[in-house]
C-alpha cells in the first residue's frame, strides 16, 4: 500500500492480482448489504458524530442496484460520478463540514489480471473555520482514508472469491 499525503488530500494505493473488472463490481457496488462506503468504521464513527452536531448521520440505506449511479445516495455520501468506463467513483459526504470532502475511487487496469486501486479523500474548505479545520484535521483525514481503503481490501478479497 502506497500513501499521498498533502494539506489538502490523504491517498492510499495498492496493486492487486486481481482483474479490473471483478474489484470495480467491489467498488461501485450498489448492492443492500453492508457496503465499504457505507459500513467502514470510519464513517460509522463520522456519521455519529454527524448526528451529534445536529446532521442527518448515515441517512439513506445502498440503493439495492448492481452498481451505484450518478446521482444516488447511500450512507452520508451523495455520488457526484459513477464511470463505468474509466472505472472511477466520486462521492461527496452530506455532512455538517467547515468545507466540501469528496472520496475518489478509481481502479486502474495493469494487464487482463492485475489492477491498481486507488483512494483519495479531499477537503476544500470554506472561510477561516474551514481553513482551521484543515490543518486540526489531517491526523483524522489520514485515519480515515488508511481504515477505509483496508475495508476496502478486505471487501474486494472477499468478494472476488
Do not use: K
Amino acid at each position: 500500500m502506497r500513501r499521498r499525503t498533502s494539506l489538502h488530500t490523504s491517498g492510499r494505493r495498492t496493486d492487486l492480482d486481481l482483474p479490473a473488472s471483478d474489484v470495480w463490481r467491489i467498488v461501485a457496488s450498489g448492492r443492500e448489504r453492508p457496503q465499504w462506503y457505507v459500513d467502514a468504521a470510519p464513517f460509522v464513527v463520522r456519521g455519529a458524530l454527524d448526528q451529534a452536531l445536529g446532521g442527518e448521520g448515515r441517512r439513506w440505506r445502498p440503493p439495492g442496484t448492481p452498481v451505484l449511479s450518478t446521482g444516488d445516495t447511500a450512507g452520508f455520501w451523495r455520488v457526484l460520478e459513477a464511470d463505468h468506463d474509466e472505472l472511477r467513483l466520486v462521492l461527496e459526504a452530506e455532512v455538517r463540514a467547515p468545507g466540501r470532502v469528496t472520496l475518489r475511487t478509481g481502479v486502474e487496469p495493469l494487464g487482463e489480471t492485475r489492477c491498481r486501486l486507488s483512494q483519495v479523500v479531499e477537503l476544500e474548505p470554506h472561510g477561516w473555520l474551514g481553513r482551521a479545520y484543515l490543518l486540526a484535521d489531517l491526523p483524522a483525514r489520514e485515519a480515515v482514508v488508511e481504515l477505509a481503503h483496508r475495508r476496502l481490501l478486505a471487501d474486494v478479497r472477499d468478494g472476488v472469491r
